[in-house]
């Protein structure tokens, strides 16, 4: 059998001296994080096909560079705004079930405890414990109401006991959506800034879109541990095929247009 290979013994090392138990008593103690990955990957590629989206149906209308950025750039402020605050929204909205279940069950350990004790008892029996396992665990989850209840949101209604902050969703998101939606926007601002010195600038946008999606993707690798290529060209090839659809219907609407 071969030795361990530097970069897999550093690897080992750090994963045994984060299962020491005190370190895995730290991590506990400072309970789950919420991740806003989510929020950030859905605004860069929402913003990107968006704008790109914009500038493919006014540069194929044939106006100037300047009306492409104007108008893109109102678009990109506006749509992203408006991205972030269903975000914000929508993370509040799952807050406030999270909240609303958590005063059911508050309610009804209160007014029928035996019943609730009913659901542990069958919650934990379908998990595979029995007998005086079964009884045991019972008692020691509702022995302490809170801990009793962050059981039945989890096990009962499917809640997290940990959500995002809306405020940060829909900054992540905002921030995102800025980020990359500008990329199909450059070249245009370059001519506009250094007198069309750009060639064929909708081609250049529609690169730095793929380039925005391929970026987007790759940042997602690293942190879920993926290679960083095959996330980049997935990410690459769906937001691709998104902003080809959505070029394909502003492109056939300016053709309807025309007819009228």
Not at 177 to 190: E, I, K
């Amino acid at each position: 059998m071969e030795p361990p290979r530097h970069g897999e013994e550093s690897s080992s090392d750090a994963l045994a001296a984060s299962h020491t138990p005190e370190a895995i008593r730290a991590r506990l103690r400072a309970g789950p994080r919420y991740s806003y990955l989510r929020d950030f990957v859905y605004g860069a590629v929402d913003g990107t096909i968006t704008t790109f989206a914009v500038v493919a149906g006014i540069a194929g209308a044939g106006l100037t560079d300047g009306v492409v950025v104007v108008l893109g750039l109102a678009s990109l402020v506006a749509d992203g705004l408006s991205m972030a605050a269903s975000n914000f929204l929508g993370a509040r909205a799952e807050a406030e079930l999270r909240e609303r279940a958590r005063h059911t069950e508050v309610a009804h350990v209160e007014l029928h405890p035996r019943g609730e004790r009913e659901e542990i008892r069958q919650i934990f029996e379908g998990k595979g414990f029995s007998g005086d396992a079964l009884d045991r665990a019972v008692e020691i989850i509702t022995a302490d109401r809170e801990r009793w209840i962050q059981t039945m949101l989890v096990e009962e209604f499917g809640l997290s006991p940990v959500g995002p902050s809306p405020w940060r969703a829909g900054i992540a998101t905002f921030a995102a959506f800025l980020g990359a939606g500008v990329l199909p926007l450059l070249a245009y601002l370059w001519n506009v800034v250094a007198a069309g010195s750009v060639g064929r600038p909708f081609l250049w946008s529609a690169l730095l879109a793929g380039l925005g999606f391929f970026g987007v993707g790759a940042l997602k690798g690293r942190f879920v541990q993926r290679s960083g290529w095959l996330a980049g060209l997935e990410t690459l090839a769906i937001g691709g095929l998104a902003a080809a659809v959505a070029y394909g219907i502003g492109a056939g609407l300016e053709g309807l247009a025309r007819a009228f």
